[in-house]
T-cell receptor, first 114, second 115 residues
Framework: AQSVTQPDIHITVSEGASLELRCNYS??????LFWYVQSPGQGLQLLLKYFSGDTLVQGIKGFEAEFKRSQSSFNLRKPSVHWSDAAEYFCAVGLNTGGFKTIFGAGTRLFVKA | GAGVSQSPSNKVTEKGKDVELRCDPI?????LYWYRQSLGQGLEFLIYFQGNSAPDKSGLPSDRFSAERTGGSVSTLTIQRTQQEDSAVYLC?????????????FGPGTRLTVT
């Protein structure tokens, strides 16, 4: 069965430090891959997506993610975290199976300390 | 332009009552999704509508849950005989097939509390 794993329930980083949030998926073909962010009191917002082409994709707010087929991973990175990045981050896989179903990971909550 | 809207934003109901949650997707979006997010949890897929195709109901947790989408636009999620475990935030999202897009645009959610 298809699945999305975000192994870190929460992560704490210092402001200005680099960040990497892990995401692994289980799917037979190359899926559509997404990262969404949910800030406190806010709705979910798309950070970036991958469906083909360059495996390193750039998103909003200075985030990037790299698709590694051999590792079935799509990790999210940011070189320097800002306090406003504190939020819940969700990795998602879009499955083109006649329709288009999206499966979300359980999320990683990011805490930023001064 | 307007985003996805949901109503009500908050709903408190007594156990055993029926509730209806409404979603207005972005105009022109052909796909509409419902998810449930329990406290501190990820998004649980409930149901997916795509155009005029039969909906994918594989995520509905029980037959107390149902949803419809009228005229390919507005959707209503109905929960009958609510239980306390139904308390959660119910999120609606819509998307439009545009090349390789398909990202979802989410509404603000309806927070349901069953007492």
């Amino acid at each position: 069965a298809q699945s999305v794993t975000q192994p870190d329930i929460h992560i704490t980083v210092s402001e200005g430090a680099s960040l990497e949030l892990r995401c692994n998926y289980s799917y037979g073909a190359t899926p559509y891959l997404f990262w969404y962010v949910q800030s406190p009191g806010q709705g979910l917002q798309l950070l970036l997506k991958y469906f083909s082409g360059d495996t390193l994709v750039q998103g909003i707010k200075g985030f990037e993610a790299e698709f590694k087929r051999s590792q079935s991973s799509f990790n999210l990175r940011k070189p320097s975290v800002h306090w406003s990045d504190a939020a819940e981050y969700f990795c998602a896989v879009g499955l083109n199976t006649g329709g288009f179903k999206t499966i979300f990971g359980a999320g990683t909550r990011l805490f930023v300390k001064a | 332009g307007a985003g996805v809207s949901q109503s009500p934003s908050n709903k408190v109901t007594e156990k055993g009552k029926d509730v209806e949650l409404r979603c207005d997707p972005i105009s022109g979006h052909t796909a509409l999704y419902w998810y449930r997010q329990s406290l501190g949890q990820g998004l649980e897929f409930l149901i997916y509508f795509q155009g005029n195709s039969a909906p994918d109901k594989s995520g509905l947790p029980s037959d107390r849950f149902s949803a419809e989408r009228t005229g390919g636009s507005v959707s209503t999620l109905t929960i009958q005989r609510t239980q306390q475990e139904d308390s959660a935030v119910y999120l609606c999202a819509s998307s439009y097939r545009r090349g390789g897009g398909r990202e979802q645009y989410f509404g603000p959610g309806t927070r349901l509390t069953v007492t």
